[in-house]
């Protein structure tokens, strides 16, 4: 295995992943103004940024499932158990006594076997969750009728919050993340240029030397 440094967010990517953080703080804060938490917003415009705000970042995912399953980055989440135990023990132990993190980043491979656990389930649970339950409360005009509407919406009411701080949840643990280990510019910067140190394969190597040089630097 060679260190490289190499291309491996791509420019979408980069564009799914702030627009995707900043929508979200978006829907926190008019969220938690549609609840009186706060009152730094009049209600009548948090119902329409929240609302606007969440359709977009529907738009948005959908768009990113498209991208994911079409260029295969798809792969990057698939949890594997291979090294798990060992980032566990790091983010619970090691990482408070100055251990350097177990996990080497791979060119098919970027995401730690918890990392992708991780984004899996807020992939396949969390936003799928806020999505129904989020269309069922923004459609609640057209299905008021049916038996026990008002229970049910009490309970799509609740499930859309559970996953809404879940989901912000996962945010803050990631943020608080980026402070450890290295610099917190370090964490970012990758997720700026796009470059990032990982372990290639000859073949791997080669294949970028000769088809995509352009991913292609000396590691630091």
Do not use: C
């Not at 295995?1 to 978006?26: D, G």
């Not at 829907?27 to 209600?43: E, Q, R, S, V, Y």
């Not at 970042?57 to 798809?74: E, K």
């Not at 394969?201 to 630097?217: G, H």
């Amino acid at each position: 295995m060679t260190e490289r440094l190499v291309k491996i967010y791509p420019r979408f990517e980069r564009f799914w992943h702030w627009s995707q953080a900043l929508l979200i703080f978006t829907l926190f804060f008019t969220g938690t103004a549609l609840h009186g938490l706060h009152a730094l917003i009049p209600f009548g415009a948090a119902v329409t940024f929240h609302t606007f705000g969440a359709l977009l970042l529907v738009v948005l995912w959908i768009f990113a499932i498209f991208w994911h399953l079409t260029t295969g980055h798809w792969r990057h989440y698939v949890p594997s158990a291979d090294g798990l135990l060992r980032v566990i023990r790091f983010y619970a132990i090691g990482i408070f006594k100055g251990e350097h993190h177990p996990y080497r980043k791979a060119y098919w491979r970027k995401h730690n076997p918890l990392q992708a656990i991780a984004y899996l389930a807020l992939k396949v649970v969390l936003f799928p969750v806020i999505w129904i339950t989020g269309i069922a409360y923004l459609t609640y005009n057209f299905w008021e009728h049916v038996p026990d509407a008002g229970l049910w919406l009490e309970i799509v009411a609740n499930l859309h919050l559970l996953a809404a701080y879940a989901i912000i949840s996962f945010v803050t643990i990631h943020v608080y993340l980026l402070t450890t280990g290295h610099s917190f510019s370090e964490h970012l910067r990758p997720m700026i240029s796009g470059y990032d140190v990982v372990d290639l394969s000859q073949a791997e190597e080669a294949y970028l030397a000769s088809d995509e040089p352009e991913r292609l630097q000396r590691a630091e």
